[in-house]
């Protein structure tokens, strides 16, 4: 069984850029969550997609956007980037629809750095 | 809004010492909650979770128990290993599509 995976790895824009996160879920969860993850914090909910629907967003400007893919994997996309923006960003897979009894399955991260 | 607030570190503990990591909540609904660990250059992994009051989550020795009277959700261990050096984060969710995330905290252990 294959788990979260993540690319790339690391990553360095410049501001004002965009960037897209990639994400592979874990065979057969249907649920993909993002986080960012500031040096020394835990992670912030940006939002959740189940089934292709965003379903829940956390306190992120539009600027952050997402999609999912009937395979069920899932882009991340940041415009405008600020230096703000450095983090750790997170990717969780889970099965069902998000409820709170389901386990997520985090990936290692995509290390974005803004110059 | 719904928070977590868990103690400071870094916390640094001789082997086979008694661990205890506190966790408090704010929540305006049921919330289940949760402990991740993060391993050096690893990913979150679920440690252990509760999903109702006076529940107790337990997991490779740890072990946590959901005590709604003082909001709170403190992580123990009875004797910690080298192996547990990692950060601990506890979580909260109330609704399943957003999880609250503590500021984690730094465990290490020394032989």
């Known amino acids: 069984e294959t788990g979260v995976t993540q690319s790339p790895t690391h990553l360095i824009k410049t501001r004002g850029q965009q960037v897209t996160l990639r994400c592979s879920s874990q065979s057969g969860h249907n649920t993909v969550s993002w986080y960012q993850q500031a040096l020394g914090q835990g992670p912030q909910f940006i939002f959740q997609y189940y089934r292709e629907e965003e379903n829940g967003r956390g306190n992120f400007p539009p600027r952050f956007s997402g999609l999912q893919f009937p395979n069920y994997s899932s882009e991340l996309n940041v415009n405008a980037l600020e230096l703000d923006d450095s983090a750790l960003y997170l990717c969780a897979s889970s099965l069902g629809s998000g409820g709170p009894f389901d386990e997520q399955f985090f990936g290692p991260g995509t290390r974005l750095t803004v110059l | 809004g719904d928070s977590v607030t868990q103690m400071e570190g870094p916390v640094t503990l001789s082997e086979e010492a008694f661990l205890t990591i506190n966790c408090t909540y704010t929540a305006t609904g049921y919330p289940s909650l949760f402990w991740y660990v993060q391993y050096p250059g690893e990913g979150l992994q679920l440690l252990l979770k509760?999903?109702?009051?006076?529940d107790k989550g337990s997991n490779k020795g740890f072990e946590a128990t959901y005590r709604k009277e003082t909001t709170s959700f403190h992580l123990e261990k009875g004797s910690v290993q080298v192996s547990d050096s990692a950060v601990y984060f506890c979580?909260?969710?109330?609704?399943?599509?957003?999880?609250?995330f503590g500021t984690g905290t730094s465990l290490t252990v020394i032989p």
């Open positions: 509760a999903t109702k009051a006076d």
């Open positions: 979580a909260l969710t109330t609704t399943g599509n957003q999880f609250y």
